[in-house]
């Protein structure tokens, strides 16, 4: 069975630094991978996905992420935070078969002024 | 292009009733998923639909079932509730074929407390 793991459960940083979230997955094959961001109260919104090619992948609101098959990551970097990045963040693996997605258990940032 | 939408936003009940919610897909999506999301915590798959039709399940009891309509929106029932149902419950809706089924678009969800 597939499995997410955020090492970080809390993250501080200050607005106009830059930003890495971990993620590390377990699965057999070939994984597709996700990152959502969650504000409090929200429901998540897709920042990216991968597929499959090119390992450095763009999303929205200047997030990326690279996917290392050999370290099993696929972590989130952002080069200059603002203080409206606060939020959770959310790894997630696709699940072949039933199509569903199965989620790490977050990464809580603060952004300090 | 309409996101996916859920109500209520906000639902009390008490334990052992039973609770309907509701979701309506993104404009295109054939493809329904229910989450369950307790506080702290990531969300964890419930089931899926498609094109009416339970299309795999997770770890949740019989008590967790739900419908799709025609018109792709959908709704998950709980029966006999319990405290540990209280949580913040996600709709995502997607397209049916292979790969685009996995990119899940999420609703704002409904909170259920059960008291």
């Known amino acids: 069975a597939q499995s997410v793991t955020q090492p970080d459960i809390h993250i501080t940083v200050s607005e106009g630094a830059s930003l890495e979230l971990r993620c590390n997955y377990s699965?057999?094959?070939?994984?597709?991978l996700f990152w959502y961001v969650q504000s409090p109260g929200q429901g998540l919104q897709l920042l990216l996905k991968?597929?499959?090619?090119?390992?450095l992948v763009q999303g929205i609101k200047g997030f990326e992420a690279e996917f290392k098959r050999s370290q099993s990551s696929f972590n989130l970097r952002k080069p200059s935070v603002h203080w409206s990045d606060a939020a959770e963040y959310f790894c997630?693996?696709?699940?072949?078969?039933?199509?569903?997605?199965?989620f790490g258990s977050g990464t809580r940032l603060q952004v300090q002024p | 292009e309409t996101g996916v939408t859920q109500s209520p936003t906000h639902l009390i009940k008490t334990r052992g009733q039973q609770v309907t919610l509701r979701c309506s897909s993104q404009?295109?999506?054939?493809?329904v998923s229910w989450y369950q999301q307790a506080l702290g915590q990531g969300p964890q798959f419930i089931f899926q639909?498609?094109?009416?039709?339970?299309?795999g399940r997770g770890n949740f009891p019989p008590r967790f079932s739900g419908l799709q309509f025609p018109n792709y929106s959908s709704e998950l029932n709980v029966n006999a509730l319990e405290l540990d149902d209280s949580a913040l419950y996600l709709c995502?809706?997607?397209?049916?074929?292979?790969?685009?089924?996995?990119?899940?678009?999420f609703g704002p969800g409904t909170r259920l407390t059960v008291t």
């Open positions: 991968y597929f499959s090619g090119d390992t």
């Open positions: 639909y498609y094109r009416e039709e339970e299309n």
């Open positions: 995502a809706s997607s397209l049916g074929s292979w790969t685009e089924a996995y990119e899940q678009y």
């Open positions: 404009s295109g999506h054939n493809t």
């Open positions: 699965y057999g094959a070939t994984p597709y």
């Open positions: 997630a693996v696709g699940a072949t078969g039933r199509r569903a997605l199965t």
